[in-house]
């Protein structure tokens, strides 16, 4: 059943913000794909400049040793690793090239992949507390439409009545005498049921295993941040507008660089 099959079932509410939602996490799934691709050549470049630095020096090291002990004679041997070092030096400075001609642009994927991932987050989290208590007031009402539910329901009402009997009866919060007073005990006798319930609601969790996520509820699962997002204060607004300045003012000048 596809999510726009279940959401005509559900309140207009709650329906507009699972809409709203999808749309949210199919912008930022989107965005966040051309981060990792970016983000996966930047590493690759980067991975391979590194290791033909390092077949460099490793050429240069050897082309020197063997000029030594020839004497100073250029032997095949020695101009051939001189070579190699020459090689594999250039081939370096190109892989470092792409990497920094890259950056910029990962650099702004970053930024939008950031901004979209904001959106994203509020999204969700209207959504799933919208579904959620949408979810919450349907359970409720087929759980007291049994006899057990029903049952459960009588006897929460007489642990209120318990409660504030309790509260009045140790005559410590409020004066009886005035609405206030009342009020306030009614309130100290609303936190002791709380607290109470949520024993209850404890031990039942850790006795009955859960029911599973509905397909609903599992969509609106926060996805994990990947390796290549920004996290911190760098996703702060100030800090990805001057990141997004700096991007593009590389890639402009990039542009112009190519046009020269």
């Known amino acids: 059943m596809s999510t726009e099959t279940q959401t005509n079932t559900l309140p207009e509410d709650v329906a507009a913000a699972l809409v709203i939602h999808d749309e949210a996490k199919a912008s930022y799934l989107a965005q966040r794909e051309t981060l990792i691709t970016l983000g996966k050549r930047l590493e690759k ?20 040793a063997a000029f030594r002990d020839a004497d100073g004679e250029l032997t095949p041997e020695v101009l051939k690793a001189k070579r190699d ?9 190109s892989y470092e090239q792409l990497a920094d001609e890259l950056e910029p642009s990962y ?5 939008e992949t950031a901004y979209a991932r904001r959106t994203y987050d509020i999204t969700q989290e209207k959504a799933t507390a919208a579904y959620g208590d949408h979810r919450l007031a349907i359970a409720s009402a087929e759980l007291f439409a049994t006899a057990e539910g029903r049952t459960w329901l009588r006897l929460m009402q007489r642990h209120e009545a318990k409660h504030l009997h309790a509260v009045i009866r140790e005559d410590i919060i409020g004066n009886g005498a005035t609405a206030q ?37 599992q969509t609106l699962q926060a996805l994990d941040l990947t390796a290549y997002e920004l996290t911190g204060r ?8 001057r990141q997004r300045a700096e991007a593009q003012a590389l890639l402009e000048q990039q542009g112009q660089q190519h046009s020269a």
């Open 181 to 217: 007073g009342q009020a306030e005990r009614q309130q100290a006798a609303q936190g002791r049921v709380e607290r109470a319930l949520a024993k209850l609601l404890d031990e039942a969790a850790a006795a009955v295993e859960p029911a599973e996520a509905d397909p609903l509820e």
């Open 107 to 111: 650099q702004l994927a970053q930024v």
């Open 85 to 93: 070092e020459l090689d594999k030096r250039e081939l370096a400075e």
């Open 234 to 241: 760098a996703t702060n607004v100030l800090a990805l507008n």
């Open 45 to 64: 470049h980067r991975a391979t400049a590194r290791a033909a630095r390092h077949e460099s020096e490793t050429a240069g090291n050897e082309w020197r």
